[in-house]
Each structure stands twice: as C-alpha cells, then as structure tokens.
C-alpha cells in the first residue's frame, strides 16, 4: 500500500516539475514444508509473516517542445524496511516446534523512467518509455530469529530494463482507442538462483484499450494486457537439515520448467467537477 501526496509547478509554457514524498506499507508471507529425517515421509511446516512501513520520495519533470511533443524524466527513490514478525513451525522436529519473533531488512529498488510523446495528428498520437529499475540492491535475504539464529538465500538478482512503445487514435471527441507493447527483463537471470516463490522470467506484454466520454465531465476507461513470459528453468538446492548440522551434507534439489502467461484487465471512471 502506498500513500502518496504529491506536488506540481508549472516553471514556464515548457518546463514543469514535480515531486512527493511516500509512505508504504508492506506485510509479506514465505511458507515451505521442511524436510523431517525421523519421518521422511511426513513433512513438517514453516511460516514466517512480517510487517513495516517505509518512506521515500518521487520526483520528476516533463519538457513540452510544443502542443505536440513533449518529454518526461522521473525517478522514484528506493524505500527501506525493517519487516518484523513471527516465524511459526508445526509438526516437524521434537523441540524444534512453536513460535519465534523474526525480523529481515529488505530495501525495495529505485528506478529512473524516460518517456516521449508525440501527435502525429488530429487524430493519431505514438509513446514510449525506458525504464531502469535498481534490483541489484536484492542480493540475499537475511532472515534473523530471537533465539540468535538465521537463514540466509542468496538472491543474485541484477539491473533489469523495460521498453514500452504505444498509439492512440481519436476517432472522435467522445472515442479514443490505445494498443501498446512493452518487453520487461526479468531480474533473475541464472536458474540456480530463480526459486519456485519467484519463477520470474523476461515478459512481452499486448494491450489494448479505450476511453470513452460521453460528456465533458465523465470518461469510461478500459485496459486488457496479455502477459506472455518467457520459458524459465528452475535449478534449486537446499539444505533439509538445519544448524549445527553442516551445509551441503543433506539436500534436496528441484528441477522445474517453467511456462507462464497472465490476464490483466482494468476498468476505470473520472468525473471532472
């Protein structure tokens, strides 16, 4: 959840800015079955549930060439949590069931998004966008427990960009259409990192959409997206038995293949006073 108050100022008939500043909530869930060697054959189970707020802040410009043609550059800063909570355990390893406080520090990225606009006439407008987002702040997730322990995954994930390039066409003052395409990387590049919690890969997703104003006040917007990603790999090995017993000595390993796609629809009204 994210409030986030903003402002605006017109510098001239060219230049405007703008900025705000960010309060998130964020509330996260893992669970995973863990491995019991007295019953092999059963397995026990884990669930850490955490919470916290963040802040941070938004900024940006746009640059209007004339009526036609404009430019826009905005970036959002990253948002650092302390999530705090519980981790609980049921029906696995005697003496190692029940409730324990848990915390992990997590930062969420920041990104920086250029964007053009441009009306090629009264009817027909094209856009696009770059942007860059910081995912290589995500190397581990540290997980630290009251009793004094913790867990760590390494998350290796790296820089990603997304390139997104669209058309509008009013066909009259009352119905404008829209179709666009954007290709998103995904920040988890090696399959020895990609886990089946986030089985991410790159995407390329279509849209299309409408507005419709059937007077100067009200507007019907409608969006459909169709995500489609690509083939992605999973290559996971994790230790069954927890510490004091060494790492590498008991594993598990889980090959998967992946193949994804999503449905994104979108319905919105706007009413000017």
């Known amino acids: 959840m994210d409030v986030n108050p903003s402002l605006a100022y017109r510098v001239n008939d060219h230049f405007s800015v703008g900025g705000g500043v960010s309060a998130q909530y964020t509330e996260a869930k893992l669970t995973q079955a863990l491995f019991n060697p007295f019953s092999p054959t ?9 919470d916290d ?10 640059y209007e060439f ?17 999530l705090e909570g519980d981790r609980t355990i049921t029906h ?16 969420a990225p920041d990104w920086l998004l250029l964007t053009a606009y441009r009306r090629l006439n009264d009817q027909w407008a094209v856009m696009g966008g ?7 702040l995500f190397q581990e997730l540290r997980i630290q427990y009251a009793d004094g322990s913790e867990t760590l995954t390494e998350e290796k994930w790296d820089d990603t960009w997304t390139f997104n390039i669209g058309v509008s066409y009013d066909y009259n003052p009352a119905w404008t259409f829209r179709a666009g395409y954007q290709y998103d990387q995904t920040p988890v590049r090696l399959a020895e990192y990609r886990t ?6 790159d995407r390329n997703a279509f849209a299309v959409g409408f507005s419709y104003r059937p ?8 969006g459909y997206m169709y995500l489609l990603f690509d083939d992605s790999r999973v290559n996971n090995t994790i230790d069954l038995l927890p510490a004091p017993v060494p790492t590498g000595l ?13 449905n994104l629809i979108g319905l919105q009204a706007s009413y000017k006073f």
Do not use: C, H, M, Q
């Open 42 to 50: 059963t397995d026990g189970y884990g669930k850490l549930k955490g």
């Open 196 to 201: 089946p919690r986030i089985p991410d890969s």
């Open 250 to 262: 008991v594993t598990d390993t889980l090959l998967l293949d992946y193949n994804s796609y999503g």
């Open 130 to 136: 770059v942007r860059w987002t910081d995912w290589s």
């Open 66 to 82: 004339d009526a036609d043609t404009r430019v826009g550059l905005s970036y959002r800063s990253r948002v650092e949590y302390t």
């Open 215 to 222: 007077n100067p006040r009200l507007s019907l917007d409608f």
């Open 53 to 62: 707020w963040g802040f941070g802040f938004n900024v940006g410009a746009t």
């Open 92 to 107: 696995w390893i005697s003496g190692r069931n029940g409730e324990t406080p848990a915390r992990v520090d997590w930062t």
